[in-house]
């Protein structure tokens, strides 16, 4: 037998060794990746200890790998489900947000309106007991009207107002002529002369304003949190198209079936399948900021002229000056009355109500001590609540458009920053070459990685991108101090979608406009007013001698 020469031999061993280190180093890489697919809870029987063919594989490459079919298979699912795993777990942390202050909002509106109502009700029984019983019911309906316009908003302010004045009128017209008989027919036509003779003075028209701006911007801007809220719910649970499902594997877990499962995507990589998959997502971004912006305007009017809680603490007061208008001026208000509505008829000798005395009121409603007064509701303050909600919006802007971004910072995704030249490029360990697409539908006609049809767009992210638009016009009116009612027409209840729901006062979508201005004038609608006032005018006797001995005894309380 020839002896091979020394050097020969030499090299001969060494390729042997070689070989045999490249066959450790595989056949231990895939080890690796046997170890990291069971600790996903996979069954260790579908992974090679050695690597294989891979002619079986229909996404990742195919050649030697560490991969089995039935491996490439379920890591197809997994990378489906850490992809709606992360975008659920992002766009959950905002929707939080926008439900737990939806909430603290709501509940601190809901308060106030119950602390006003309280703070004078509880007054007038503690000072005046059975007497303000018997006449309470015409403050306890404004209060009602007041909160059944901030829950479902069918209330035209306007007309609730001018009811209330027209009530209060009925009874103090009585009060101020208690020798005269008044049908129904003759208060009717004291109401038509309300606007004419101010009988209140200016109160009930500034009232009326601080109070349609007020309850407007507040209900809106309760509402914007609550649209927000459930349009993040619909377009979070997103359902990856076969493109996105098979790039989201080639980026995810292909490399695993290389062996390299410590090697993550390449950034540039990453943002081409994260736009392609998050493309409908991404048009959310123009309105959302709209959106956005529009509710940081309602909230700077919140924090000024606005401001519910300025107009409810003092509303007692307001509407004792109303009333002290009224008596002060009873006289002239009475001869101008008279003289357009004729001399009513004189009650009998002895069954004329007894009369407020010349001397008039000189109490008015005595406001709580501001240690009495409650200052705050839900244990908050609406300065506190507004400061922080504009953080929070501010925060939230451009969320869509960064969507992507943030997805490939994502440890599921992408944790580390690294080197351009030691990232998965879906196919090796090497530098990612392609261009990255923009965000949004149209930008991923030519996304290199999923592949989208850009004529075909999310249905029901349009329906929540017309939502947000609706909702921005309603803010923009809101700002301007003008009402905008709608109602819900939308399919919210047909189950499209996904995600748990909400309430029907919480998910207005789209809405048919009724726009008031700003001191509540109705322009597409309204019932007549002298209507309004003639169906106001029904009045009892007995409530009436009960209010007057209510202001008899004010006037000794503060005498």
Not at 77 to 88: L, M, P
Not at 111 to 127: C, G, I, P, Q, Y
Not at 131 to 150: G, H, I, P
């Amino acid at each position: 037998m020839a002896r091979l020469p020394l050097p020969s031999l030499l090299c001969t061993l060494a390729a042997l060794s070689l070989s045999l280190l490249a066959a450790e180093l595989k056949s231990k890489s895939c080890l690796e990746v046997l170890q990291v697919y069971v600790s996903k809870g996979f069954n260790k029987n579908d992974a090679p200890s050695n690597e294989i063919n891979g002619d079986h594989l229909k996404i990742c490459a195919q050649g030697y790998t560490c991969c089995s079919q039935e491996m490439e298979e379920k890591y197809r699912q997994q990378s489906k489900e850490d992809f709606r795993s992360a975008v659920g777990e992002h766009c959950n942390a905002l929707q939080n947000m926008f439900a737990s202050r939806y909430k603290k909002f709501d509940e601190f509106f809901k308060e106030l309106l119950e602390n006003a109502e309280k703070s004078l009700n509880d007054m007038f029984v503690r000072t005046y007991g059975r007497l303000y019983m018997q006449n309470s019911e015409l403050f306890k309906d404004l209060f009602v009207e007041l909160k059944r316009y901030y829950v479902v908003g069918n209330v035209n302010l306007e007309e609730m107002l001018n009811d209330f004045w027209a009530r209060l009128l009925e009874r103090m017209f009585r009060l101020v002529n208690p020798q005269h008989h008044f049908t129904d027919e003759y208060l009717e036509c004291v109401s038509k002369y309300t606007e004419q003779l101010k009988p209140f003075g200016d109160v009930p028209r500034k009232l009326k304003l601080q109070v349609t701006r007020a309850f407007v911007a507040a209900r809106t801007f309760a509402q914007g949190l609550a649209v927000a809220r459930d349009v993040i719910n619909k377009v979070s649970v997103v359902n990856p198209t076969p493109s996105c499902s098979h790039a989201l594997l080639k980026m995810t877990y292909c490399s695993h079936c290389r062996g390299l499962v410590t090697v993550k995507p390449c950034s540039n990589y990453c943002s081409n399948v994260m736009r392609g998959c998050l493309a409908n997502q991404g048009d959310l971004d123009s309105e959302w900021n709209n959106f956005i912006d529009a509710m940081l305007m309602v909230a700077e009017r919140l924090e000024g002229p606005f401001n519910i809680e300025s107009v409810m603490d003092p509303i007692d007061v307001k509407i004792s000056d109303a009333i002290m208008n009224m008596q002060e001026n009873s006289v002239q208000v009475s001869q101008k009355v008279f003289q357009g509505c004729g001399l009513p008829k004189a009650l009998p000798a002895g069954r004329a109500s007894r009369s407020v005395p010349e001397s008039g009121f000189s109490a008015r409603f005595r406001p709580y001590n501001p240690e009495e007064r409650p200052t705050t509701a839900a244990g908050t303050s609406l300065d506190r609540l507004v400061t922080d909600v504009k953080e929070k919006l501010k925060q939230a802007k451009k969320f869509w458009s960064s969507l992507p971004s943030t997805m490939c910072n994502d440890e599921k995704m992408a944790p580390e920053h690294i080197s351009e030249d030691e990232c998965w490029n879906g196919s090796a360990k090497s530098r990612y070459l392609l261009a990255v697409t923009g965000n949004g539908l149209a930008n991923q006609g030519n996304n290199p990685e999923v592949e989208v049809d850009i004529t075909k767009p999310d249905m029901v992210i349009r329906r929540q991108i017309m939502s947000l638009q609706i909702m921005t016009s309603k803010m923009k009116n809101a700002y301007n101090g003008n009402d905008v009612d709608f109602i819900d027409i939308s399919d919210e209840s047909s189950g499209e979608g996904s995600g748990s729901g909400c309430e029907y006062q919480h998910c207005p979508s789209e809405f048919e406009f009724n726009v008031t201005d700003s001191v509540g004038k109705t322009v597409v609608h309204g019932k007549n007013a002298a209507e309004n006032s003639a169906a106001s005018t029904i009045c009892w006797s007995y409530a009436a001698q009960g209010l007057c001995l209510l202001f008899l005894a004010m006037q000794r309380q503060w005498r």
